[in-house]
């Protein structure tokens, strides 16, 4: 059973989201966390997904409780965690691999409130964030789903985690949205 | 039956840890969001080589040395100078206006880590004339951060984006008339700390010292549980005078707070908040 989605994506982002996010119904029971790697905040991700997407889509502010059915954007400049309790947590840590947010952080902190019950997903991006929070996850007994690097704008990220998670599924954007649309189903 | 499930056992061991620091030397994280305490914990126990937070744990418990190592972990010291250049202007063109009217002032910057904040504020208080009739009490638990918060130094690098702020917050002229450069290194004026008092202070543990007029603390809070945070929140509220301000980091939020009732909303994008209880 799958509890929550966590996405990490870098370069292209906002591409590989568009095949994605806005294929969700309103009602879709689980609150997905995004990490997006942006320079500089605004973001304008919340903004621009709101109009697009059926599904809530929120920044969040510190402490906030999760809910089903909404996708959180990580405030740029700001890591986002998972608290046990399945509320937020922010931070103004130092970047990890020059990031902040940091896909990894997110990962970690989601695999340890989740554990077998958390869905990871990593898409395109040019660098190796996400392959260490992939693996926390799969430790943990959850799901990897990777967008398949022969496809993605940039592939080095989703290669980085194939390349340390043994359990990781490699899929298409498409395939990736169907299959969250399949957890709503069962 | 007990039903609750078993907790693992690093989350025992962080407990024990966390435990074993505040009995021990009185710095208590034991509220302190779990899991960007536990992200800090993993780190130092990694880059401090323990196999295990138990090890670390008996370290921390025979070794007088350890406890400086493990808070350089445990407390956040990132910040700059006018952080997030729009709640300064805020600060300037709204706040500003309504501490004139008031014969002395007093702020107090509380988690003030290396002092970015504290000779921003003063940098601001001197443009507008201020810094005369105002004391600024800058505190923080960490002992080394609040050396490097009074000595006034910081990096040369680290300058450049300092200067970009402050521009963007409004700044009156330039940063540069307000350090010298030395050895790679940018010294801020003496002038700007004379009306700061820095002081060890916690706001885990420790109670009001103060009346003031504003307090700053931001990306402080984020870092606490729910019921700390609603602790700290209170020493703000008892420290503030009547109409007194709060201001807060940007994805800090009054909302979830016990004390959310006794605050309004006065610059809502800044998160600065006004005292608005009798």
């Known amino acids: ?186 | 039956m007990n039903t609750e499930p078993t907790p693992a056992v690093e989350d025992i061991e962080i407990q024990l840890l966390l435990e074993a620091l505040a009995l021990r030397y009185h710095y208590d994280f034991r509220h302190y969001a779990r899991a960007s305490i536990k992200r800090r914990l993993r780190q130092a126990r990694e880059q401090l080589e323990f196999s295990t937070f138990s090890a670390m744990q008996d370290a921390l418990l025979h070794n007088e040395g350890m406890v400086g190592r493990l808070l350089d972990y445990l407390t956040v010291q990132v910040s700059e100078m006018f952080r997030d250049p729009s709640y300064f202007k805020a600060l300037r063109e709204k706040v500003i206006p309504h501490l004139r009217t008031y014969p002395s002032l007093k702020i107090w910057i509380a988690g003030c880590s290396h002092g970015e904040e504290v000779y921003s504020f003063a940098i601001m208080l001197l443009e507008e004339g201020l810094l005369d009739r105002t004391m600024i009490y800058a505190t923080d638990i960490n002992p080394a951060a609040l050396d490097v918060a009074k000595s006034g130094v910081y990096p040369l690098d680290r300058i450049a984006s300092f200067t970009r702020n402050h521009q963007q917050a409004g700044g009156r002229t330039s940063l540069a008339d307000y350090y010298a450069t030395a050895y790679g290194r940018a010294v801020f004026d003496k002038k700007l700390r004379e009306k700061v008092v820095f002081s060890d202070h916690s706001l885990v543990s420790d109670e009001v010292f103060t009346e003031c007029q504003l307090v700053s603390c931001r990306n402080v809070m984020i870092y606490f549980d729910r019921p700390l945070q609603d602790r700290a929140v209170g020493l703000f509220r008892e420290s503030l005078t009547r109409r007194g301000f709060l201001g807060l980091g940007s994805k800090e939020t009054l909302r979830f707070s016990d004390h959310a009732d006794a605050f309004t909303e006065f610059v809502r994008e800044e998160k600065i908040y006004q005292r608005s209880d009798a």
């Open chain 1, 1 to 186: 059973m799958t509890a929550a989605v966590v996405i990490g994506a870098s370069a292209g982002a906002v591409q590989a989201l568009s095949d994605i996010l806005p294929r969700l119904p309103a009602e879709f029971p689980l609150p997905i966390l995004v990490v997006v790697h942006v320079p500089s905040a605004p973001s304008g991700l919340t903004q621009l997904f709101s109009a697009k997407c059926a599904v809530a889509v929120v920044e969040p502010d510190d402490k906030e409780q999760i809910r089903p059915g909404t996708v959180y954007f990580a405030p740029p400049g700001y890591h986002l965690l998972v608290e046990p309790d399945a509320s937020i947590s922010l931070s103004s840590d130092e970047p990890v691999l020059f990031s902040r947010p940091s896909i990894d952080v997110l990962f970690e902190s989601a695999a340890d409130a989740f554990g077998a019950e958390l869905l990871g997903i990593v898409l395109t991006g040019a660098n190796e964030d996400g392959s260490r929070g992939a693996l926390a996850i799969e430790a943990a007994g959850g799901q990897i789903l990777v967008e398949d690097p022969a496809t993605a704008y940039a592939a080095a990220m989703p290669t980085a985690a194939l390349a340390r998670c043994a359990t990781a599924r490699t899929l298409s954007l498409d395939a990736i949205a169907d299959h969250l649309l399949g957890l709503v189903e069962r």
